[in-house]
């Protein structure tokens, strides 16, 4: 994978008509990593009081906790930029059945929560 990725840093190249070209100076500024202020002004710059996220926090809390949370999501984003994926449970959601009214009785009556 890195010997992929090293060589997809070099030879890159985007060429489309009507487009102009990268030169390897653009592609190693595209291709470097993420720096932390980078990181912390792209969550700044989400709508912090939109529906939870999966994980079920609100873009604002990873604003106001920046302080406690911002190392380990920098090290997350920098992991995934040198190895190419996320972990799986990243990804992982959990569904869960949450009552539409206070008298249950059918299925329908429930909705799904992840």
Request: proline letters at 7%; a negative charge.
């Amino acid at each position: 994978m890195k010997n992929f990725t090293l060589r997809l840093r070099m030879e890159t190249t985007f060429q489309h008509e009507g487009l102009p070209h990268d030169n390897a100076e653009d592609n190693m500024m595209l291709m470097a990593p993420f720096q932390p202020q980078e990181i912390l002004d792209c969550v700044k710059a989400c709508a912090g009081h939109k529906d939870p996220e999966p994980d079920g926090y609100i873009m604002v809390f990873f604003s106001l906790c920046w302080q406690v949370i911002g190392p380990d999501v920098i090290a997350a984003e920098q992991n995934f930029h040198s190895e190419g994926f996320f972990e799986k449970r990243y990804n992982a959601t959990f569904v869960a059945q949450k009552p539409k009214k206070g008298d249950v009785a059918e299925l329908s009556d429930f909705r799904p929560v992840a």
